[in-house]
């Protein structure tokens, strides 16, 4: 049976991941998923961390933006389906990155926040195939599209 | 041995998924198979029951279409061989849809109708590879074109 | 000033390609329009006209869809925006198979059709970005998208 | 002389791209600018306005915004060079969308954007060609990239 | 009006060339023409003419090929449409390496050739879009393609 | 460790394939072959044999041609290397379009033929990455390609 | 009549692009030509001068080179043959990068060079269309591959 | 787990590739290795030695660039990282070459090179996701991309 990779993009400060992980795994659906890494200090530091200290800030952060893609770029690519994630804090602008980047490359799209950023993301959500507000929508997305299987419908 | 991806688009309230599939069974065949969700209530509700019901049927359809188009896009992205079926009834626009989109990407297409359809049907028949009635010979092109063998000639 | 280019595709026998292309010319606005050959028995019989009568029916049509898909083919490979009208009557499977074709391009899609064909093209509808019943709806868009202009907000 | 194509996206409350648009001219470089729609009452309207009211906002907002797409996807998708400008308020996360959707395009990227947005922004600026922080510096850019001047350098 | 682009690959002894020219004038269509070299001995000899001489006449006609290679497949990928003609001698592996080349890159390819080659030339028959005998039916084609016009039909 | 996937097209009356075959088995090559439907009559008649008798040898051909074409461009576009072999007889008008073909989808190719046919080949040739006499040089080819293995060189 | 867009990487210490410029007014051929910023000064501090000085050497380069990319890659992205020259001295690593990167893109590769660094260019060289060392040959080409002239054969 | 593709280019007298093998497997990352054949008189010698002598150089070296690129273009179209490497001595154009070509992929690219280089490389670097200096950094690299492992950070 095929396997569909998917990635999750975005915030990283709830377990949205592991929810919908957990669900994917009680559902048992053959899903891969891939993720930017999540431990937020050493997503910042990794550039310096390894390649040399900046004194620079501007410096110290494309160093590791620069890392950072390496892993993201090569993930979304892989991707059938990019999930991303717009938490209720910051300006997450590396999150709409991520969904203009996989929108041009034709992934599927599904876009996740609550209701109070629904004009703010117009144009991400306009570029979507979903915009769901929970974990267990995903999950459910990931169910019917995947088996086919619908609550109340298919058995 | 390499294996072969065939999806099989259009017409859903027959058999002949099944008969396709029983028949590549039969041959013994590497062949995985996809198709859309085949179970219409499902297939027209997905939309609403996972994300939220809509009032204005446009909005409900819409929503649904793009939930199943997650699948869809998908699958027929993977595939080496689109198969499009056109039955009797109905508009079937998706069928014609899903034709022309496997023809942008270059997959081999082949068609399958009935011979009152072989005018309305030309420009999608122009399209196409192979333009066959029956499952049986979507059978005998798969046997054919993965094995070499052809009924009569090798063996 | 850029120039856009917009292939008209679908339905052929009322008058909705002059009247988009009237409206433009008033509102002056740079477009090139293409289409398909409009002349419903040339288009049906340029094949055997030119490259030699066919006895059986099926090649007659197979001919003459070739002959035209080099002019479609190139037009939509051309177009900005793909314009795919359905009218009230006939199958129309062509017009569904240009709007996947052209999708799956990634052109900007938009649909017209009326009411009742709704849920038949939800799934059409759904790869638009734009779904419209009236010629001088898509002579709105187009003076939008061109130029900006919107009745009751840029003066 | 080659033609210089420029898509000025993002922020729509400050005259930045009118800036852009004196230096270019008083430099007489051979380029032509396009943007979204900057009035923003028409753009978030525009899709309500021309295909009919929706009582629901996110559907409204999903009207102007794939209506909006029309052009804004046409035009970057025409551009050599893509300027992102992200100003100091609001979340202006479509802007953050085009950056990614014109990386992935493999367009040639510049970012515009005080100190303050540095952090935040910096997946953006690491698949940048240039960070700037005026108008003025986006000028120097085109005189140079097009022409080979650089003031001090070459006369 | 827009220009079509029509590659003319293939043989070069008979004026076919001229011929479908010639037609096309009279007809006052918009179509620009292209064509590898067609003089003989300069297509053999280019290379080593321009590169230095050769003792082996395996390398002798790599060069020509290869300084030939820089103009016909630039040509090529410029076309909108490629005609392959193949004549009544030589073998003309040329024509049909075209014939694929073009083909890949989704060209409207139509062959043109005698009935006595008709089954050698099916694989290439089967890529194309029209397979014509004469440079008159060349030229009927290039004017239903572009202007509708087919006689007998359209006055 | 990579498996590499080798078409094996054109000529179908000597034993190249099996040859080649067996030194790559012999040398231990983690190689898979592909290669279009070698059994002559069922490669002619495959089209009238599935999908009905024509009694136009044209339209027999082209049922067949079109039918092949489903396993040899799905082959060909998964292929690492294109290996097309010229023999001594037949116009091979489709091994010439397959090296075409497979040229302009960036295959690597090697070229086999006699040195007869040396200066008719030469534009193929000149598009290939090797051009061998035998089959044994496609096995040592593999051999130093896969593992790094030359005779006199490498132990 | 088309024009060929002509790109000349490489070497900025000797006047071969003037060279070849002459020639090409003087033979009157339709071509455009583009380059990398010649002037060596400026080249590398372009970045600094417009984005701000930079402590560190390796940023200071970088800038410089970023900047100089937005103008490279768009042209080379433009051009149908892209000519590259090696000379005497220096690394000139970036003119090997160059002649990789419009290899990957398809484009049609002259490389010009000295009978001395033949060994060293070898994998270069075998990825052009033609090795020369003098800009009148690469004159010669252009004569040749635009207008079939050739000294000698063509009158 | 995704395995991952990593291509090593350029130097071959030193240990480099050895020592990032090695730190990849006490860390048991999934990653697969390629890099071209790097013994170097194979490496020269590969063309002739299979295809036939040649009396001239450039044709020697023609053979065996042509051979050596059906494994390097095929390997660095696998990959998802390609790493270059720059010694200390030689003109590595090959290096440079392999960069470029990787590089118009869309590959993820990371340089490796001693500081005396940094000016001479600076196009190259420019174009890379990390600029590192010892095998022991790639290794850093690929456990933090693959793993989220980064010392002192995550344990």
Redesign the interface.
């Known amino acids: 049976m ?1 396997n ?1 990779n998917v990635y999750l993009s975005g915030e990283i400060h709830t377990a949205w991941r592991e929810q919908i992980e957990a669900g994917v795994r009680a559902a048992d659906l053959p899903v ?1 998923f ?1 993720a930017p ?3 937020h ?2 997503s910042d ?3 310096v ?3 040399g200290a900046e004194p ?4 110290h ?11 993201t ?3 979304i690519g ?1 991707a ?2 990019v999930v991303v994630r ?1 938490g209720e804090k ?17 992934k ?1 799209l ?1 876009v996740m926040h609550g209701p109070d ?16 507000e929970t974990p267990d ?1 995903i999950v ?2 990931l169910d ?3 088996n ?1 299987k ?5 058995g």
């Not at 952060?61 to 892993?71: E, L, S, W, Y």
């Not at 619908?150 to 298919?154: D, I, N, V």
Request: hydrophobic share 50%; aromatic share 12%; charged share 25%.
């Open positions: 095929r569909w891969a891939s890494v999540t431990h200090e050493a530091d990794c550039g961390s390894i390649l620079d800030k501007f410096w952060d494309k160093k590791g933006a620069k890392v950072n893609a390496i892993r770029r090569t993930l892989d059938d389906i717009f910051y300006r997450q602008w590396n999150a709409a990155f991520d969904a203009g980047y996989a929108s041009a490359l034709g599927a599904i950023h629904q004009h703010a993301l117009k144009e991400v959500d306009a570029a979507a195939l979903a915009v769901v929508q459910k997305i019917y599209v995947i086919g619908l609550a109340g419908y298919t």
